[in-house]
């Protein structure tokens, strides 16, 4: 019956405590590798939470530090207002010199290190208006908002003179008329359009409105007008248009002051150029009421004496155009002057309220406008 292979119990014996053996060892050595993982987390956290620590005493030492330095305002007059110019490209350390010497805040480390924690920064240039002895809080939140700027207001319509934009430059805070006129007498600020010999500026500044700061003076204000002239004149290739003419943009510039003394109205501009360029090639006199006006001075109604008085700027008297423009002008008018209307007229007579002319070819037709604009109260 042996023979029949029944298995021997000594030999399931040692199979199942081999396999126990090696059970217990790969326990072991998982184990191990758990300790040891857990030991390195747990070495990492330890890491972590020293490194927070550190930092977090370092943020109260630098508070600390700031406190003590301008947390809190200095022992000057408060109520005391200080104005300071910060320059564009000033760092933050340099605003906080400036503020320190201007005794806004009382230390410029504190200025810097609290800028610094609070990611203040960089401000804008221009002008603040701070109160003296502030704490850097309250220093880097007024800076923070941007400078106080102030402007003034000039507002320069089209058709004014020299003499009538100095009146407007006059009329602005901390500024005067005479000394406008005087920086315009000197020379020192002249058009690029402006020929050789001529010492008149007289239209060649742009009418616009204009936002005078309190860092610009009547030379500053004189040379922002003249360049915005350039600008445009530029920008409308007026330029090159006059050369194909045969023409300067200077001489542009003063027939189109003549055709704005006359208009009211912009589609009329091209028909009184077109009159004007008529009368220019027969010979005529351009007999234009805006140069008569020109050389009294004033807007007023016009009289005998104007009509008689002798000179360049009567073209009752002196044949082609004045010597100089007479007023600014606009960019309508520009164009006019060098796109005239190809008509047969030589005359025009205001004839409606709104500022419309009515034009004539003879001069019968034109005494007959004239009549009718005044029996309907026009004129």
């Known amino acids: 019956m042996n023979d029949s292979g029944i298995d021997s119990p000594t030999d399931g014996n040692e199979s199942s405590g081999a396999r126990g053996v090696y059970g217990d060892v790969q326990r072991d050595v998982e184990g191990e590798v758990a300790v040891a993982g857990g030991g390195a987390k747990k070495g990492r956290k330890k890491t972590l939470v020293a490194f927070a620590i550190l930092l977090a005493a370092l943020l109260v030492f630098a508070l600390l530090c ?35 010497r201007a005794n806004v805040v009382p230390n410029a480390l504190a200025f810097r290190i609290y800028s610094r924690i609070t990611s203040a920064g960089p401000f804008q240039a221009g002008k603040y208006e701070l109160n003296e002895s502030q704490s850097v809080p309250s220093a880097i939140k007024a800076l923070s908002r941007g400078p106080k700027i102030s402007y003034r207001i000039l507002a320069l319509p089209p058709g ?28 020192s600020i002249r058009s690029k359009y402006q020929p050789e010999g001529i010492a008149s500026l007289e239209g060649l500044t742009w009418p616009d409105t204009y936002y005078i700061s309190e860092q610009e003076d009547e030379a500053a204000v004189l040379k922002r007008i003249v360049d915005r002239f350039d600008s445009e004149i530029l920008r409308m290739k007026i330029g090159e248009q006059a050369s194909a003419q045969g023409k300067s943009v200077y001489e542009v510039t003063t027939l189109a002051s003549l055709i704005q003394g006359e208009s009211r109205l912009d589609e009329d501009r091209p028909l009184i150029s077109g009159v004007i360029a008529n009368r220019m090639r027969l010979g005529m006199l351009l007999q234009i009421d805006a140069t008569l006006l020109y050389a009294r001075g004033d807007r007023g109604p016009l009289t005998s004496e104007d009509f008689a008085r002798p000179g360049p700027y009567n073209s009752y008297k002196s044949l082609g155009l004045p010597p100089t423009p007479i007023m600014t002008v606009t960019a309508p008018s520009l164009i006019a002057a060098l796109t005239p209307s190809k008509i047969p007229y030589l005359y025009y007579v205001l004839y409606e309220k709104n500022g419309k002319h009515k034009f004539a070819t003879t001069y019968e037709e034109h005494l007959a406008n004239i009549a009718d604009a005044r029996r309907r109260g026009v004129l």
């Open 66 to 100: 700031v406190s003590m330095l301008g947390l809190t305002a200095g022992s000057g007059s408060a109520n005391k207002r200080v104005v300071v110019n910060v320059k564009s490209g000033s760092s933050v350390s340099e605003i906080g010199s400036q503020l320190t």
């Open 160 to 187: 004014l003179t020299i003499a009538e934009i100095a009146q407007r430059v006059g009329s602005l805070r901390s500024m005067s008329s005479a000394k406008f006129l005087e920086v315009v007498a000197s020379g």
